[in-house]
Nanobody, 126 residues
Framework: QVQLVESGGGLVQAGGSLRLSCAASGRPFNIGTMGWFRQAPGKEREFVAAIRWSGRGAYYADSVKGRFTISRDNAKNTVYLQIYSLKPVDTAVYYC???????????????????WGQGTQVTVSS
């Protein structure tokens, strides 16, 4: 079982940037794909980005591509989400998720991931 802890959220002005972190723990564990989702009040949880734990595959939702970058540090068991040019519509709770399956494309759904963090709040003011 994988435990995930997000950090790095906060209140920022529109146009600003933020770097979210997700630390994974639990040994032994197998991770195929790490992902980020977000959920705004009254809305469904939506896919943001995902990255394979090995190899070079990274996938993004169309709505964030170009502004969001997902990366990882395998030695630290940590995945990051670098966000630039934040917009008020980016305001949401951002969740880190882990899947045993190695996915080779985007179009991922919450139920594709079996482990979740507690979420970190990102609020963008205008």
């Amino acid at each position: 079982q994988v435990q995930l802890v997000e950090s790095g959220g906060g209140l920022v002005q529109a146009g600003g940037s933020l770097r979210l972190s997700c630390a994974a723990s639990g040994r032994p564990f197998n991770i195929g794909t790490m992902g980020w989702f977000r959920q705004a009040p009254g809305k469904e949880r939506e896919f943001v980005a995902a990255i394979r734990w090995s190899g070079r595959g990274a996938y993004y939702a169309d709505s964030v591509k170009g502004r969001f970058t997902i990366s990882r540090d395998n030695a630290k068991n940590t995945v990051y989400l670098q966000i630039y040019s934040l917009k008020p519509v980016d305001t949401a709770v951002y969740y880190c998720a882990a899947a045993r399956t190695t996915y080779y494309s985007g179009n991922l759904l919450p139920n594709n991931f079996g482990s979740w963090g507690q979420g970190t709040q990102v609020t963008v003011s205008s």
